[in-house]
């Protein structure tokens, strides 16, 4: 079994600059997923392999062990209009070609939501390998609201009612819903050739993280993850 992981990384950041390599409790941010992804790869075939458009995470990248080999991601994949999918598509059509090899599946480990362990990759690794049928696999997290009990939206008449509809006195009776915690994704290689631009499809199954798992997407995000690992508050390793 053949496994490609991707490391997507864009130079531009307009929430928290430079965020992809700065430092968080003394290592780049990028560190966190180089390090869990040469572990997840340790005994098996493949390649981890880096997207990034800016020379300077090539460059810290390098350091942490992970080359781009080459590859430096072409500047229309590198706007903020540009989808992930098709990101991750360019860069698995160029390690096949390179490595004259085809994937049987593709691990993306996003680098703004390092809070992911190796037991988390390797249970939900089991997962989507026990299902033929699934296309893909993401992580999520519970979800602090639920669109049954306490999300509104605006309705055609101009008032606000339930997202969603259901007889549920409490949130608890609700049925269970997650938010994606953008940590990590698996697609079965032939993903990529139905034509999906998300990764929501009809085919998808989920990985619950059975611990505290969120992406840095504001400057307090980043502040409040780098407090926990200071203080070892995190409650489990990484």
């Known amino acids: 079994m053949n496994f490609l992981v991707t490391i997507c990384a864009r130079g531009g950041s307009k929430g928290i600059?430079?965020?992809?390599?700065?430092?968080?409790?003394?290592?780049?941010?990028?560190?966190?997923?180089i390090d869990v992804a040469k572990r997840f790869m340790s005994g098996r075939n493949g390649t981890v392999a880096l997207s990034t458009d800016s020379a300077e995470i090539m460059e810290v990248a390098e350091k942490e062990g992970l080359s781009a080999a080459g590859y430096e991601r072409p500047a229309f994949l590198a706007t903020d209009t540009a989808g992930k999918i098709e990101t991750i598509a360019d860069l698995v059509q160029y390690h096949e070609n390179k490595n004259s090899c085809r994937y049987d599946y593709v691990v993306d480990l996003d680098v703004t939501s390092p809070l992911r362990t190796i037991n988390d990759l390797e249970e939900a690794f089991q997962t989507i390998e026990a299902d033929k049928e699934a296309l893909n696999l993401f992580s999520v997290s519970p979800a602090a609201r639920n669109p049954y009990f306490n999300m509104v939206e605006k309705n055609e008449s101009g008032y606000y009612g339930l997202v969603k509809t259901g007889n549920f006195k409490t949130r608890q009776s609700a049925p269970a819903v997650y938010d994606l915690?953008?940590?990590?994704?698996?697609?079965?290689?032939?993903?990529?050739?139905?034509?999906?631009?998300?990764?929501?499809?009809?085919?998808?199954?989920?990985?619950v993280v059975p611990h505290l798992c969120f992406d840095?997407?504001?400057?307090?995000?980043?502040?409040?993850?780098?407090?926990?690992?200071?203080?070892?508050?995190?409650?489990?390793?990484?």
């Open 216 to 238: 840095l997407d504001h400057q307090v995000d980043f502040l409040f993850m780098q407090y926990l690992l200071e203080t070892g508050q995190l409650g489990f390793e990484l």
């Open 17 to 33: 600059p430079g965020k992809n390599i700065r430092l968080l409790n003394k290592r780049p941010l990028i560190a966190y997923s």
């Open 181 to 207: 915690n953008a940590s990590f994704y698996f697609y079965r290689r032939n993903f990529f050739e139905t034509g999906q631009v998300s990764t929501i499809t009809n085919k998808s199954l989920v990985y």
